[in-house]
């Protein structure tokens, strides 16, 4: 079995990329950065599944697809999974017996909440990858990225978002903490799923674009921009579940509008040194 580490390299250090982001935003054609799909991002290689030269491409994918087989063809036969076993499950597994972290079988049980990023992520994976090997590779160094760079920022999300909140709009803070509600805000939809779940495909891979380029500041500012853009209806609301049930099930019209608004936020902020994560 042919094994290959994912570096923790990013594209945020590529003075190239950055220039390119900078122009487009001076020239008018903001958001033309965001809106590189994730496929397209394989390209750049942010995640560091592919070897930089082209032409080892072909090889190192024959590599995967093959580690990819091993692994399954091992679960299979630890009868950990089996052909009815979901897809996102299965990614789970494999997962979980790469990082050393696979229960025993006879303490098997189906996934719960502890797994729910994971599996959140890969349902909205599923949706922007058709290849299965590629789809597994993707979610394992995005969620490997995710937690080894950002891990010990990811607490402090909430009070960083209560932060900037108090900057925008004190009133809805106010509200959120006498209603009781702002301790439970679906962070864990936002911050540890990011997003996965909540916004669809198109409006998530803009934002999976700026975390995988080095920044999970971004959630904050989409999140703070949901607030925003639904601060009379959540405004309206007294009890603490009805806010949380509406924020979890947003309006899917106008994500691409709300992520395009939570960028402006992140760029408005950007220099301010006060709570950076």
């Given at each position: ?20 982001s ?202 703070l921009?949901?607030?925003?853009s ?28 709300i ?17 950076a994560?």
């Open positions: 079995m042919h094994m290959f580490n994912c570096p923790g390299g990013t594209m945020a250090d590529d003075p190239q990329r950055n220039f390119r900078a122009y487009y935003e001076k020239v008018g054609f903001r958001g033309v950065e965001e809106k590189k799909s994730l496929e397209i991002l394989l390209k750049d290689n942010p995640l560091g599944i592919l070897p930089p030269h082209s032409d080892s491409h072909a090889l190192v994918g024959g590599y995967r697809k093959e580690q990819y087989q091993d692994i399954l063809e091992a679960l299979e036969v630890m009868r950990y999974i089996n052909s009815s076993t979901p897809s996102t499950h299965v990614y789970l597994r494999m997962f979980q017996l790469e990082s050393q972290t696979l229960p025993r079988c006879s303490e098997t049980s189906p996934p719960d909440e502890e797994n729910e990023d994971f599996l959140s992520i890969s349902r909205a994976m599923e949706e922007i990858v058709d290849d299965p090997v590629d789809c597994y590779w993707l979610v394992k160094c995005f969620v490997n990225q995710y937690h080894t760079k950002f891990g010990d920022s990811v607490p402090h999300l909430p009070k960083s978002l209560e932060h900037y909140l108090s900057q925008e709009e004190p009133r809805l803070l106010n509200h959120l903490k006498n209603s009781g509600a702002l301790h439970q805000l679906p962070y864990n939809l936002w911050f540890r799923c990011c997003f996965a779940g909540c916004l669809p495909e198109s409006s998530l891979q803009r934002v999976w674009d700026k975390v995988i380029s080095g920044s999970c500041k971004i959630l904050v500012f989409v999140a921009e949901i607030l925003l639904y601060k009379i209806i959540l405004m309206g609301i007294n009890r603490p579940e009805g806010m949380v049930k509406f924020l979890c099930n947003i309006p899917q019209e106008n994500t691409d509008a992520v395009t608004k939570a960028i402006d936020l992140w760029h408005k902020y950007s220099g301010t040194l006060i709570h994560i």
